[in-house]
């Protein structure tokens, strides 16, 4: 076996990161605006019934191409939310998370 000199490590300085992003500083933006989620939220979402069955859960996601649906009972009041990797769960009889 031979053996290998090693160099000591050395010390490399970090740099703190700019408050202010590198395009803004040249643009002389200052940092964006903060968004908050009620300028962006869906209004009137598509929403499920408590009392729809898995198969008409699934035909809706796959129909509206999304993984979440709200659920919601008679007078619109959110129940909860369904995830499309929820029924595989169900379908085999364990309960989803949460």
Avoid: N
């Avoid at 160099?7 to 933006?29: D, Y």
């Avoid at 989620?37 to 019934?49: L, S």
């Amino acid at each position: 076996m031979t053996w290998r000199r090693v160099q000591p490590l050395q010390r490399v300085s970090v740099r703190a990161r700019p408050a202010v992003p590198a395009h803004a500083a040249t643009t002389g933006v200052d940092r964006p605006a903060v968004r908050v989620a009620r300028e962006v939220m869906t209004r009137d979402p598509d929403r499920v019934a408590g009392s729809d069955s898995l198969l008409e859960v699934a035909y809706t996601m796959r129909s509206l191409l999304v993984a979440f649906l709200p659920v919601c009972d008679q007078e619109g009041a959110l129940q909860g939310i369904i995830a499309l990797r929820d029924l595989p769960l169900v379908v085999r009889g364990v309960d989803p998370p949460g």
